[in-house]
Each structure stands twice: as structure tokens, then as C-alpha cells.
């Protein structure tokens, strides 16, 4: 997927605030934070969403979430944090690489409101 945002900044290709690398996932800042550590974890393999995942990524899958708690102390969540992933149009999706949103550092309102 040449054309895809998250596949370029992990290619290097478009500047991103890298977080973290290895041969198989990517984290980076998200340009927009909702929170004073906002950043995301990405698979280098071009998944479009959870919709699209079956069992040969369940080893992929497993690493991200391996990996999020490590990376958010990194960044100083050592009090907790928030792992968010919209999945497809009805989640709210906008970029359709496949992505852990992982937030915290602020006043992390309850996840959906009520009102
Ligand atoms: P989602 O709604 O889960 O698809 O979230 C997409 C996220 O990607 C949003 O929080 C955006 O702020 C973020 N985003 C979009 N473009 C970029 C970019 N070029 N660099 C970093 N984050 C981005
Ligand atoms: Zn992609």
C-alpha cells in the first residue's frame, strides 16, 4: 500500500516523531494529541484494520500488546494509560493502517460519555 500515511512514516518517507522501531512494528507521536503523551503503535505490515486480521497476524498482534505498556513507561506513563483502537468506519476510524492509540499524562476522561 504505497499510498497509505502510517506505511510512509514508518518507511521514513514523511517526517514522524518516532517512538520506538524494529523490524516489525513502528510507534510514533500523534500530530493531533488528545493528551499529553498521545503516540501510536503501528505493525510495518500494512493491516488495514482489526477487521482484516486473522490468525497469521496473532503473533503480530500479541508483540503490540507486549510491547505498549513498555514503550507508555518509556514515555513515562508509569501511573497507567489508555490503549484505544477504532476499528473501520462505525468505530471511527480515519486512517486505515491498523493502529494502537496509547494516551495518557493528563485527566483521562471515562472512555465514553454518558450524556
Ligand atoms: P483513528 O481515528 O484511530 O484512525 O486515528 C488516526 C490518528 O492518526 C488521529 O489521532 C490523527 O491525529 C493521527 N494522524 C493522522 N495523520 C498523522 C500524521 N501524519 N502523523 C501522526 N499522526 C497522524
Ligand atoms: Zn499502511
Redesign the pocket.
Known sequence: MNDC?FCK?ARGE?P?KKVYEDEELFA?????P?APV?F?LIPKLHVASLMEVDNSHAALLGKMLVLAPKLAKEQGLNNGFRT?I?TGKGG?????HL?I?IIGGGNIPPMVRRD
Open positions: 500515511i512514516i514523511i514522524g510514533f507521536h500523534d500530530i493531533n488528545v498521545h501510536m484505544v477504532n471511527g476510524q480515519e486512517v486505515f493502529h492509540h
